[in-house]
């Protein structure tokens, strides 16, 4: 798959090293981990999980490629959260590259992608409710905030639609979430 500026690819065993200068980044993870790196295993089990999911529904949280310089940036798309039935759309990105509009493109993408050719019903995005910037990227894709729920132990912020609302507000297939 692929946007303008980006291909969503999906990842295989052994992209570990890919995944890992993110995953140890303090300000990648200040709102997943409250800052602290994930570990070689951690890092291992979310590339398998993403594989599976891949295998099991076509889609999975795409490795996002830049296309001009073909380096790994993050990754956008819909993925498990341990402890929740839904699915989750969610993003993470280099903080070189933050505010160039990547989330947004690929969050897109992705949306347009479990819908439109995996027929999935609806998903839900859920963030720290202090990380505003994520929070945006929810609304410019299309999803609406329904409030706050308790994961992990913490409080997050909850967005979601579902397919026809998306499709309905996308019907130029534009992906602009409205």
Known sequence: ?????????????????????????????????????????????FVDRQVALYAELGLCRWRLELKETRETIGFAGVGRLTGMEELEIGWWLAPVHWGRGYA???????LRDAF????????ISITRPENEASQRVMQ???LRNQGRRVHAGL?????????EEWLGANSDGSGSGG
Do not use: N
Not at 104 to 110: P, S
Not at 155 to 163: A, G
């Open 1 to 45: 798959m692929e946007t303008e500026r980006l291909q969503l690819l999906p990842w295989r065993a052994g992209d570990e090293w890919l995944l890992e200068p993110l995953a140890t980044d303090p300000l990648v993870m200040r709102y997943i981990t409250g800052g602290a790196p994930m570990t070689a295993e951690q890092i291992h089990g």
């Open 104 to 110: 947004t493109e690929a969050g897109q993408a992705a």
């Open 155 to 163: 409080e997050h912020v909850v967005y979601t639609t579902t397919r």
């Open 140 to 142: 410019r894709i299309g």
């Open 116 to 123: 439109a050719r995996c027929g999935l019903a609806s998903v």
